[in-house]
């Protein structure tokens, strides 16, 4: 039995909400693909993180 591939194109409507959700993901995974600059890293020291994520070592 073969199986048959089917490719679909997607098209998004750009006056309804759902183009408004593409572009803020878009937007979302641009700025988490970023490297920080100098400035945003002084802004943001590191920290320590919270004693309940952190699991016991011994």
Known sequence: MKNKAVNRIVKIDQKGNQWKIQQLFGGLA?????LPD???VRRNPLRSAPAGLTVMVF
């Open 38 to 40: 100098a400035n945003e």
């Open 30 to 34: 641009a700025g988490l693909d970023r």
